[in-house]
T-cell receptor
Framework: KQEVTQIPAALSVPEGENLVLNCSFT??????LQWFRQDPGKGLTSLLL?????REQTSGRLNASLDKSSGRSTLYIAASQPGDSATYLC???????????FGAGTILRVKS | DAMVIQNPRYQVTQFGKPVTLSCSQT?????MYWYQQKSSQAPKLLFH???????NEADTPDNFQSRRPNTSFCFLDIRSPGLGDAAMYLC?????????????FGPGTRLLVL
């Protein structure tokens, strides 16, 4: 059974700092991995999707990497801003089907 | 803009009183999903529809039902809500039910059970 773990559970950083969020999964037979952002009381916004054949994806100040063999992904946020404060969730999609398995998320607070 | 819409955004119901949550989409996607997300936990898939084909997750309680009368709409029915059913309910859509297909999420409905 696929399990997804995110560390740390919460993170507080000063504005401008670069930071890394971690995601690990137990079964490497995945099709892709996605990083989502969730603002308080809101739905999920997809940030980056990495196919299993890819190593990384970049969008603006965000860079996500994937190491399928070790079951790990990282989300790197450069020059963090208060507007980046949110919960960040990662989710893996297994080889068969499109059932996303989510981690519990990392709550990020960027202080101005 | 094409989107996934959920109504209401907040729903309060009483213990044991049936409640229905609504999801609609303008993306014309074939697949619609319902997730349950309890406080500080990961979203958990309850079931999904691929066109009119209903797919229930093995551990979804019988208390939860779903209807999809047409491509655009999907409903989540909770027949007898318990206090443990208080959660954020997220609706999502995708073009096809296969790996690599991006899921688009609605804003969610927060359910409170009194």
């Amino acid at each position: 059974k696929q399990e997804v773990t995110q560390i740390p559970a919460a993170l507080s950083v000063p504005e401008g700092e670069n930071l890394v969020l971690n995601c690990s999964f137990t079964d490497s037979a995945i099709y892709n991995l996605q990083w989502f952002r969730q603002d308080p009381g809101k739905g999920l916004t997809s940030l980056l999707l990495i196919q299993s054949s890819q190593r990384e994806q970049t969008s603006g100040r965000l860079n996500a990497s994937l190491d399928k063999s070790s079951g790990r992904s990282t989300l790197y946020i450069a020059a963090s801003q208060p507007g980046d404060s949110a919960t960040y969730l990662c989710a893996v999609s297994p080889i068969y089907g499109n059932k996303l398995v989510f981690g519990a998320g990392t709550i990020l607070r960027v202080k101005s | 803009d094409a989107m996934v819409i959920q109504n209401p955004r907040y729903q309060v119901t009483q213990f044991g009183k049936p409640v229905t949550l609504s999801c609609s989409q303008t993306l014309n996607h074939n697949v619609m999903y319902w997730y349950q997300q309890k406080s500080s936990q990961a979203p958990k898939l309850l079931f999904h529809y691929y066109d009119k084909d209903f797919n229930n997750e093995a551990d979804t309680p019988d208390n939860f039902q779903s209807r999809r009368p047409n491509t655009s709409f999907c409903f989540l029915d909770i027949r007898s809500p318990g206090l443990g059913d208080a959660a954020m309910y997220l609706c999502a859509t995708s073009r096809l039910p296969q790996g690599g297909e991006t899921q688009y999420f609605g804003p969610g409905t927060r359910l409170l059970v009194l």
